[in-house]
Structure formats: structure tokens, C-alpha cells
């Protein structure tokens, strides 16, 4: 069980909550705190002074004052006329994220809801319902508007549900589950939907994926380094040392742990190899770095709170800007540019042992009869068309500001532009990966299996027997199919 109090919540937990349906309860202290400062605002709420979202239109029309006896259909008009989103529906697992990460941050009690609107958010999570939210139309301004609104519509019992893929309507879901709508009051509608919790979901979950997929390429890449007679000292781990960044560190020690034993390191065939090979720990180092440093900001993120204005014990209300999205969107835009730089690396291994003149005297394509068999020539092609998307999609798309709202927003970050990109930098990223997998094995397997290190060796034998040695050209999506899938569900950083 998952409890959340504003202050604490891992990648881990929001990856576990999004995936496992771990359940989600909220903290008692929590809970108090966020008692004394919703006081704060229901007692504002009654005076006359203008303040922001709780008796006042919100954006360009915030200097437009709202009767008292409209302050309830205020929150409800907000979302509303927020939920605008287009395109295909996010992946439950994102949305499940976003549900998880506004409780959170509702839960350190600065946006001065009731608990019971964190109560209907764990509700939903806790008993399986999700909102239909398209993934476009937020650009990180005041947060992720659009797509966290379509999750406060549900929350209301309007708009739709997802369920097995089909489109539901709220309130018969709701009514399948036993779950009442919520009835807002003042500022909390607004609250809902005023922050960064819709692309922070998506960053945060592929951050802890992308960081096994920085481990997997390692592996492969060991692999790799033996097919090709890999120059041992190149790991040396006195080289790391006297350049001493902490994940090409890693990385040197990861694969020296994997292949110290093996044969072939004995036989020293050349004197040094290409860069794609030689320098694996220093660029693999390098995008564990960066996505080390992403995930900083994204845990950082997610335990912030993202409202405007914010609410203290003391009776103040401070208009703000922790909701903009800059944060996570440099996280994003950084985290897809490291991966990108994966793929292109993997790619270039997979061309070495797929071309005689590289391969140190593989056959053409890893074919055992080249001519009649293409051998592996085409996987090679995918993983180039792959590698083109992701430096297409790796330009960042944090520079991009359009003025919205009248110019009343005129910076804004495109966080959610950037955690779409990274979703499908990631895809790519990891078929370029599981390619280089497929590639990797047959050249093992036609050098001979005794080339590979005792411990390597027990792993290929034990957990990669599935994929068979290609004796003659055949159709490769299965294979391509399996590898993704054992890639995905192998935590490589215990291997």
C-alpha cells in the first residue's frame, strides 16, 4: 500500500501504482494540515476582497469578480470549458499516474482543498476507474489544463470513462462501481487542474523505464563486445577514474563484471576498437547521467506543490507560478535527447556485425548462406528508420513557447509535448534495442557459445532461449516481439 502525504512519493511507487493498482491511501497528518488550511479559504470565501480562482475569473478574465452565490458553479465552469482535449486517449497507466500525482500534490495542503477531493481521487485509482483523457491540447502553462480537466470531469461524473479500450460514460461507470460524483466548492475545481501532474506522469514512468532500458543496452552491448573481440583494457577501470563521471563508472563496472571471464578476452586481435564499441561506458555513462539527472527533477516535481494561488496556515493567499511546466519539460526534452543517442549508438553496433569488412570475419548479414538468405540486412533498415524518427523527434520541444490566454500566458513550457515525444523516442528506443538483441545473439551463437563469459553464457542459455539461431531467412516479427518483451519485463541492473 502506497501512502501519500505530499512530501514522499518514488518513481518506484507511481510506476507500482500505475501498473499494479497498488492501493493509495492518504496520510493522517495530511489530512489534518489540509483541514486548517482549506479553513482559510472557505473563511476568504466569504469576504469581498478579490482573490484568484475562488471569487474571480480565472486567466485573462481573473480581474472579473464572482458573486458569492456563484462561487460553487465557478469550479465547475472551469472544468468545463478546460476539458478540451483532443487526439487518442492516454494509456491508463499515464492517466493513473496523473490521478496519483494531483492527490499527492493536493496532499501537502497548499492548494486548500477538502481531504474528501483527495478521497475521490484515491477512490478512482482504488477501485479501477479511469477518465477518458486525450493526449493533446496542454501546453505547460498554468500546468496540463486539458488533460487534468478530463480527469475533474469524471471526478464530477461527467465526460468518460475507459474501460478495456471502450469509451464509457462517467456517470454509468461510476454507477457500476458505487462511486458517487463529488460536489466541488470553492477554489477546488480550479485546483484540480492547475498544475504539471499529467506530463510529470508520463516522464516519471518512462524515466524509471528508460533507466532499465540504459542497463539492457549494457547488456546487449557485452554481447556485443565479444562477437567483435572487444579490447578488454578499453574497461579498464583505471581509465574511469581519471575521468570520473558517475555513470560511465557504472557502466565500465556493469560490463566488466559481465565478461571478465570470458576466453576471447585473451585472444587480443586488434589494438583498439571503434568508437561504437570502445567508448560504450563513456556514452552509455553519459545517458544514465542525464536521465539520473531528469529523474531528479521529476521526483523533485512530484512532490511540489503545482496551484495558483497558494494557501498558507497563516491566512495568506499568494498568487504564483509553480504551476508552469519548464521543469519537467527540460526533464523530458533531456531525457528523450540521452535516448536518442542510445539508439544511435545500437545501431551502429548492429551495422559492425552485420558488415564482413567490420564484423572480423562475420558472414554478410549473419547469414549462413549469404545470397540466397538476406540474413538480419533488414532489421538493420528498421532500426535506421528508427533512429531518424528519434532525432527528428529529440529536437526539445521546451523552447517552443506560444502566448496563450489573451497574453496573459505569454511563456509557456510544452511539458506535455515533451512527454509525448519522450513516449515515443522510448518505443523507438527500445525496437532499436531489441534488434540489436536478435543481431547480437546470432553472432554469439555463430562464433560459438564458448566465447561468451561463464556468467553470460548461463544467461543466455537460461533466459534467452526463446529466441532461436536463424538458419535460414524467415519472418523476424516474432522474434522482434519477444526480444521487446523480454527487454521490457528484466530488471538488467541485477543482472
Known sequence: MVKIDGHKLSLEEVYRVAYSHEAVVLDAAAREFMNRTRGVVEEKAKGSTPIYGINTGVGKLSEVKIGAEEVESLQVNIIRSHAVGVGKPLEPPFVRAAILLRANTLAKGYSGTRPEVVDKLLEFLNKGIVPYVPEKGSVGASGDLAPLAHIALALIGEGYCIEDGRKIPTLKMLDGKGVLPIKLRAKEGLSLINGTQASSAIIAILLKKSINLLYAANFISSLVFLAQYGVFEELDERIQKIRPHEGQKKVADYMRHLIKD??????????????????????????????????????????????????????DIISNGNFHGQYPAYAGDVAGIALTTLSSISDRRSFRLLTPELSMGLPAFLAKNSGINSGFMMLQVTQASLVAQ?????????????PTSGDQEDSVSQSMNSALKLREIYDNTLDTLAIELLIALQAVRLRGMQILSPRLRSIVESQLDFIDFVE??????????????FIENTDFSKI
Open 390 to 402: 528519434n532525432r527528428l523527434l529529440a529536437a526539445p520541444a521546451s523552447v517552443h513557447s506560444i
Open 262 to 315: 570470458a576466453p576471447v578476452l585473451k585472444e587480443r586481435r586488434k589494438v583498439q576498437d571503434a568508437y561504437s564499441i570502445r567508448c560504450i561506458p563513456q556514452v552509455h555513462g553519459a545517458v544514465l547521467d542525464m536521465l539520473e539527472f531528469a529523474k531528479k527533477i521529476i521526483e523533485t516535481e512530484i512532490n511540489s506543490t503545482t496551484d495558483n494561488p497558494l494557501v498558507f496556515e497563516n491566512g
Open 472 to 485: 535460414s531467412d524467415m519472418v523476424y516479427q516474432q522474434d522482434m516481439e519477444k526480444s521487446r518483451d
